[in-house]
C-alpha cells in the first residue's frame, strides 16, 4: 500500500486521476483506517488530504462560513461563532465518534463515508450546506444532499473530492437543530437522525424550514414535504403533527441490526417533532444546550 | 482438606483488614508498564493465525494446506490432525464441567465445523501479512449442512443434529433417537401439587434471555515457545494458569511437568478466560516449527467463536397466599450450551429458588447445543438466566397481592437453617439484612415522576472454595513476598497482601504480593466462582501462621526458651515469662535467620472448604420514553453480603462491576444472526455493552454477615452482584410502564412495540 501526502489541490487531482480506481482519500481516517483494518478495504494508495492549505480550517465573513473539509470536528466544536449561529449542525457534528475521535474525524469525511447514518448529514442538507467540490475541471458547487447516491457511493468523480462546506449567515429568527436515536447514550450508529433548520418572521410564522433525514432510507434525505408542514404555521401542535407524518412517509428503511423497519418509520417522526421543537425554541432566541436525542 | 473454623481476630481487631489502600498493581496498569496477554515479544517470534469456518454447520471433506505450507515465511501449517483425538470424559473445571473429546473438538474443528467462526486450521509465519495469505491458500473443501441457532428449534425432533452419538442423558428409558439435548436434570423439594392447592395465586410466565458475552476489553493472547527436546513455556491471559496447563497439556499429549505456564495481567475474564482456545494452537505450532508463537485474537474471532454464556427460555410458575407466604414454585430452564453440551444448567437450577425458604419446589432444566460458539462461564454462570425468570415472578406476586416488593421478598427469605432445594441448610446468609438495607435505603424512598419506574430483585450465588496453595518467602531485610497461584481479576493481590501483612501484624508495604507460574507452586484451581479472597486469603492466612510458628521457634532458641513461652503479637516475638527480653521483629528475625535455622518459607496447601453463598438486593430507577422505547437508568443501588470486607472499595467495584454487566444484559446486548448462522454484530459497536455515559453512579451498601468456615468471615462476591440486575432492570421497565415484560434485552424496539400494542388494545 502507498501513502501519498500532495501538498496542493492540483497534486491531489493530478495523483487521483493517476491512480487506479483502488484509491482511498484520506481525511481524518476514521473510517477508512478500521476499514483497511479490518480487511473490509485493502486501497493500493491512500492519498491523505490533510496537507492541502485550504482544506483545514474556519472562515467567517458576512456572507456566512467556510469550513475546510478536513477541520477536525473537535475544532468546529470550540469555534463559537460557529457554534452561536448554527448550534444544530454543531450538536450533530459532536455525536461522531468519541472525544478522541473528534480529534480527527471531518465534515468531508462524514459526508464522503456516505454512510445513510452519518450523524452530520441530515443537520447540514436542513442548514442548507453547500460543498465546494474540486476536480480537474476545477471547482463546482453541489449541494451536500446530493453527495451520497447510495450506501457508501458519491456523486464524486474519482479525481474529484470536496475542499470544504459553506453554511450560510442565519438571518435573524433563525434556529436548527439535531437530534439522533442511538440505544446508548454515545459512541454508537444512529438508527435515526433528524435535523431541522427553520426561520420566523416577525409574527412567529414559519417562513423557511429544512429536514434532513438519516438512517431510514439508502442515502441522507431532504424531506420537503415536512419542510412544506411547517411552513406557513407558528409550528404548532398540529403542524408538528404533520411535520411527524411527513417525515415517517420519507422513510424507506431497512430491517438490520440497528432497528426494525417499524421502528425507524415511527421513530422518525417523533425526532423530527423534537428537533422542530428545539430549532424553534432557537429561533426564538431561547438558549439550548446541545441535545443528545 | 482444611477447616479453619476459628476466627482469630474481631472486626474491632483488624488494624489493616477493612481499609483502602492502593491496589500495588496500580501503578503498573496507569502508566502502561504492566503486561497483558499481547505483550511479550521473543526474538524469532512467529505470528499464528486461525483460519476459521465461514458456515455455521458443515461436514469437513478434507483440508488441503500443502500451498500455505509452501509460501515462504510459512513456518508451521496445523490442522485437528496435529492433534490427538481424546475419549468423552467430564471433568471439573471451575463452576462447569469439561469434556476432552469436546475440547480437542472446539479448539480445532475435526469432522464438522460446528458454528461460523469455528477454528479449521492454523499458520504461523514470520510475519502478519504472510500469515494472513497463508490462511487464503488452504482449501477446505466443505459440506455445508442445515444449521439451528434457536434453543426451542433445536429441540425439535427433526432439528438439524449437531452431534450424531448425543443421547439425552437422566431421562428413562434412554432415547432410541440422538438429538440436540444433552442432558435432563431435576431438583425437587416437597409436594408441588399439593403446594399450588395451597395457593390463593398463581403466576406463570415464561421468559426468554439472550446469550450474552463476558465483554472483556482484552482478547484472548498467548506466546508458545516449545523447544527441541519437548520442554515448553507458554505465556498467556487466563484466570487459571493451572488449568491451562492441564488442559493443553491433555490435548497436546504432554506431561504437565513439561509445560510451565504463566499468566500474564488480565484485562477482563469475567469466566470467559477459564477456557483455552488459542493456546494449544500456538503450543501446537511452536512444537512444529520449533520458534516462539504469537496468537492474538481479533475482536471479531472473540465474539465469533469465544463463549457467551447461555440464552434460555425460562418457564416460571409460583403461586402464594393471600398473605404472602409462597407455597410452591416451579421451573423449566432450557439452556443453549452452543456447539458443545455443556451449558451452565446445574448451577441454574440450583440457583432458581434458592433465595427462598420454601417447602414446594421443582426445576428441571435442559442443556442443549447450537450452531453457536461454545458457551464459557461467565459470572455465576447459569444464576442470572432462572434467577431473573423468578425474579420477575416475584416482583408480579408482590403486584397482584398489593404487597411490597421486599415485604414479600422479606416474608418468604431463605436464613441460616433454610433447607434449600438443591440439598443442603443454609448457615449464616445475609438474605435478609440486603433486603433491610434496602427498604432502609433513602433510594427506596425517592417519588418517582411519570413514566419512571421502580425495580427490585434479589440474588444468590454458592461461592466454591477449592485447591490452593500460597507461600510468604521471608526476605533476610524482612520484607515478605507473596506467592499467590490465582491470577489477579479483581484486585486480589491488594486484599491477599493485606491478609498476611494483618496476621503477621507488619505494615502492609513490607508485603508484596506476586502471581507465581505453575512451576512456583503446588496445583492451584482457578480464579472462578468468587473463591480467590476466600481461599487464596484462607491459604495466605495458613501460610502466614505457619511462618510464625517458625519465627517463634526461632526466637525461642536465640532466647532459649521453651516455644510454649513464645507468642507473636503486632509483629513482634515476645517472651511471655520474661518481659524484660526485648521483644523480636519480624526484621530482627529474619536479618539473623542464617544463623538460627536457615531460610524461613510460610506455606499452604490446601482444599478451601465452606466457602458462604452470597446474596444481594438491587434497587434500580428507570425512565422509559413513552414515544422511543429507550430505557434511561436514573439511579442504581446494589447492597450486598460479603461476610467480611477485605478491601472495600474492590468488593464495591465488583458490585458496581456486575450491575453495569447486568444492565447491559437487560437493555442492549445481543448476538444478531441472519439467515445463514453468520454473526452481525461481531463488535463493540453493535454488540452493545453499555458505555460509562448510560450509567449513573452506582451506589453500594455492604453488609457483613462472617462467614464462620474462614479465619476473617470472607465471602466471595465477584459473581452475585449481576444475578439482580435483569430482573431488577424488567421489573422497573415493567413498572414504568404498565407492562410486563418477559424478553430480553429490552432495547427500544421491543420496548416501543410493546407500549403501542397497549396503547392499541386500551
Known sequence: MDYRSPGSAKEAVDMLAASGSNAHVLAGGTDLLVKIRTGMLEPQVVIDLKNIPAIRGVTADASGFRIGAATSCAELGEHSALKAAWPGVVEALRLIGSTQIQGRASLGGNLCNASPAADSVPALIAAGAICEVFGARGSRDVPVEQVVVSPGRTSLARDEFIMALRLPQPPARSGDAYLRLIPRTEMDIAVVGCGVALRLDEAGICTHARVGLGAVAPTPLLVEAGATALIGTRVDDKALAALAVATSAACKPINDKRGTVDYRVKVAGVLAQRAARNALKRAKGEKLEAQHG | MNDMTTTSLQQSEFKIVGTRPARPDGVDKVTGRAKFGADLYLANMLVGKVLRSPHAHARIKSIDTAKALALPGVKAVITAADFGDLPSEFIPAGEMMVNFKDMTRNVMAREKALYEGHAVAAVAATSEAIANKALKLIRVDYEVLPHVMDVVQAMEADAPLLHEDMYTINVEPRPAKPSNIAKRVEFALGDIAAGFAKADIVVEREF??????????????????????????????????????????????????????????????????????????????????????????????????????????????????????????????????????????????????????????????????????????????????????????????????????????????????????????????????????????????????????????????????????????????????????????????????????????????????????????????????????????????????????????????????????????????????????????????????????????????????????????????????????????????????????????????????????????????????????????????????????????????????????HPYGVRGVGETPIVPPMAAVSNAVSNATGIRFTELPLSPPRVLKAIEAKGASA
Open chain 2, 208 to 709: 426468554t434471555t439472550q446469550p450474552v458475552h463476558q465483554g472483556y476489553i482484552e482478547p484472548h493472547a498467548c506466546v508458545a515457545s516449545v523447544s527441541e527436546d519437548g520442554q515448553a513455556e507458554l505465556w498467556c491471559t487466563t484466570q487459571g494458569q493451572f488449568i491451562v496447563r492441564s488442559f493443553c497439556a491433555k490435548l497436546l499429549g504432554m506431561e504437565v511437568s513439561k509445560l510451565r505456564v504463566t499468566a500474564s495481567e488480565i484485562g477482563g475474564g469475567f469466566g470467559g478466560k477459564t477456557v483455552v482456545y488459542v493456546e494449544p494452537l500456538a503450543l501446537a505450532l511452536s512444537r512444529k516449527a520449533c520458534q516462539p508463537v504469537k496468537m492474538v485474537m481479533s475482536r471479531v474471532e472473540v465474539f465469533q467463536a469465544s463463549g457467551p454464556t447461555s440464552g434460555a427460555k425460562v418457564w416460571v410458575k409460583m403461586g402464594a397466599t393471600r398473605d404472602g407466604k409462597i407455597t410452591a414454585a416451579e421451573a423449566v430452564l432450557k439452556y443453549q450450551a452452543g456447539a458443545f453440551q455443556g451449558s451452565p444448567i446445574q448451577p441454574g437450577c440450583m440457583c432458581a429458588f434458592a433465595p427462598y425458604d420454601l417447602e414446594n419446589v421443582k426445576v428441571v432444566g435442559f442443556d442443549i447445543v447450537t450452531n453457536r460458539p461454545k458457551v464459557a462461564a461467565y459470572r455465576a454462570p447459569g444464576g442470572p438466566i432462572s434467577e431473573y425468570g423468578v425474579e420477575s415472578v416475584v416482583d408480579e406476586l408482590a403486584q397482584k397481592l398489593k404487597l411490597d416488593p421486599i415485604e414479600l421478598r422479606l416474608k418468604n427469605a431463605a436464613k441460616e437453617g433454610t433447607k434449600a432445594a438443591y440439598g443442603p441448610k443454609f448457615g449464616p446468609i445475609g438474605l435478609v439484612q440486603t433486603l433491610e438495607a434496602a427498604r432502609a435505603h433513602p433510594h427506596y424512598k425517592v417519588p418517582l415522576k411519570a413514566n419512571q419506574g421502580r425495580g427490585v430483585a434479589s440474588g444468590f450465588w454458592f461461592n466454591i472454595g477449592g485447591e490452593t496453595c500460597a507461600a510468604l518467602n521471608l526476605g533476610e531485610d524482612g520484607s515478605v513476598t507473596l506467592v499467590a497461584g490465582t491470577p489477579d481479576i479483581g484486585g486480589s493481590r491488594a486484599s491477599l497482601a493485606m491478609m498476611a501483612a494483618e496476621e503477621l501484624g507488619i505494615a502492609l508495604e513490607h508485603v508484596r504480593p506476586v502471581i507465581g507460574d505453575t512451576s512456583a507452586l503446588g496445583f492451584n484451581f482457578l480464579t472462578g466462582g468468587s473463591r480467590v479472597t476466600f481461599s487464596s486469603g484462607m491459604a495466605v492466612i495458613e501460610a502466614a501462621r505457619d511462618m510464625i510458628g517458625q519465627l517463634r521457634e526461632r526466637a525461642a532458641k536465640i532466647w532459649e526458651i521453651d516455644l510454649k513461652d513464645v507468642t507473636w503479637q503486632g509483629g513482634y516475638a515476645r517472651a511471655v515469662r520474661d518481659p524484660a527480653k526485648k521483644p523480636l521483629s519480624l526484621a530482627d528475625l529474619a536479618n539473623t535467620m542464617g544463623k538460627t535455622g536457615g531460610p524461613i518459607v510460610g506455606n499452604a496447601a490446601i482444599n478451601a472448604q465452606g466457602a458462604g453463598p452470597s446474596l444481594a438486593t438491587h434497587i434500580v430507577d428507570v425512565e422509559v420514553d413513552p414515544e422511543t422505547g429507550k430505557t434511561t437508568v436514573l439511579r442504581y443501588t446494589a447492597i450486598q453480603d460479603a461476610g467480611r470486607a477485605i478491601h472495600p472499595s474492590y468488593v464495591e467495584g465488583q458490585m458496581q462491576g456486575g450491575a453495569a454487566q447486568g444492565i447491559g444484559w437487560a437493555l442492549n446486548e445481543e448476538y444478531i444472526y441472519d439467515a445463514k448462522g453468520h454473526l452481525a454484530n461481531p463488535g463493540f459497536l453493535d454488540y452493545r455493552i453499555p458505555v460509562c455515559s448510560d450509567l449513573p453512579m452506582i451506589d453500594t451498601v455492604i453488609v457483613e454477615v462472617p462467614n464462620p468456615r
